[in-house]
């Protein structure tokens, strides 16, 4: 999930940028001080969406740039558990799919690519035996995070599923909607009536 999140740090100036507006140079120290950060608590940062508050800056001796204690927003991606995601499919390999969220990616392996049996071709397509639904490179998809591994933090791990009812390529999820599933018997219930029937015939005869 996307957020504003605001926090409080003390930002560097280094005297090369005394000459701009205090607020711009504060600005692009934080956006370099931040760039590509990602952390358990916050997740990935995206942007900084804005600065609130820049109070009284120090200099710190033997140092020479200026210390601001300011108070900023960033716009962060957190994954979340069960959360449903947009993405696209950036590559394919036997054992599954990898999907961009934008600034993360997650994986999805091939038994949660479909509810059906999944072969892997050459081509890197995934295809659905029953379904003959196929999942290539470029695909744009929806999907479920049912996985959040932060243990390495520079490379946060995503899990993805597309099997259950209206995940997956956007355009099965278009088919699903215009031919959704009949409710009916099913093959062992209509058995079922059928042999209920024919004993039925043979009291009567």
Not at 111 to 138: H, I, N, P, Y
């Amino acid at each position: 999930m996307f957020y504003r999140t605001t926090i409080s740090d003390y930002i560097r100036v280094p005297p090369k940028l005394f000459g701009l507006a205090t607020h711009q140079a504060v600005i692009n120290r934080i956006k370099k001080k931040y760039d590509g950060f990602i952390s358990k608590d916050i997740g990935v940062v995206i942007d900084v969406a804005g600065v609130t508050e820049i109070r009284k800056g120090k200099i710190i001796p033997g140092d020479g740039a200026a210390y601001f204690d300011c108070t900023f927003e960033l716009l962060t991606f957190k994954p979340e558990m069960q959360e449903i995601v947009l993405g696209k499919i950036r590559d394919i390999a036997d054992f599954g799919a990898f999907m961009t969220l934008g600034p993360i990616e997650g994986m999805i392996h091939v038994s949660q690519a479909m509810d059906d049996f999944v072969s892997f071709a050459k081509e890197k397509t995934l295809t659905g035996k029953d379904s003959k639904r196929v999942l290539k490179v470029g695909d744009k998809c929806r999907a479920r995070i049912i996985a959040i591994s932060f243990k390495d933090v520079a490379s946060p791990k995503l899990g993805l599923t597309m099997r259950q009812e209206f995940l997956g390529r956007l355009e099965w999820i278009n088919e699903d909607k215009e031919n959704p599933k009949k409710e009916g018997k099913t093959e062992e219930s209509a058995d079922t009536s059928k042999k209920e029937t024919k004993k039925k015939e043979k009291l009567k005869k």
